[in-house]
């Protein structure tokens, strides 16, 4: 049974950092590209972060360029997200997601993804 797991949400004053992870089991992981979505209330859920699944090549949405970094440690079968210098509009539950990828292709989109998180909520107060 595939399973993930974030952890590491939780409330930050606008300009802080949190660390969020996403625990995966019951897969291979190093073959997934692993990415991390977003959903704030009221919008659709929208692509945050891909990591191939070497760790070696890594793609941002434009508005956290420079204040994200996503990464993974194949070893313990966890993607990080660290978020930093944090705004109010960064505020969201946030999902990670694992899409089969063979060729380390990065996926955006999110009908490329086969498995999915429960997501864990970030809040940013001004």
């Known amino acids: 049974q595939v399973r993930l797991v974030e952890s590491g949400g939780g409330l930050v004053q606008a300009g802080g950092s949190l660390r969020v992870s996403c625990a995966v089991s019951?897969?291979?992981?190093?073959?997934?590209?692993m990415g991390w979505f977003r959903q704030a209330p009221g919008k659709v859920r929208e692509f945050v972060a891909v990591i191939s699944g070497s760790g070696g090549s890594t793609y941002y949405e434009d508005s956290v360029k420079g204040r994200f970094t996503i990464s993974r440690d194949n070893a313990k079968n966890t993607v990080y997200l660290q978020m930093n210098s944090l705004k109010p509009e960064d505020t969201a539950v946030y999902y990670c997601?694992?899409?089969?990828?063979?060729?380390?292709?990065?996926?955006?989109?999110?009908?490329?993804?086969?498995?999915w998180g429960q997501g864990t909520q970030v809040t940013v107060s001004s």
């Open positions: 019951g897969l291979t992981f190093r073959t997934y590209t």
């Open positions: 997601a694992a899409g089969l990828s063979s060729s380390g292709v990065l996926y955006t989109t999110e009908p490329r993804y086969n498995y």
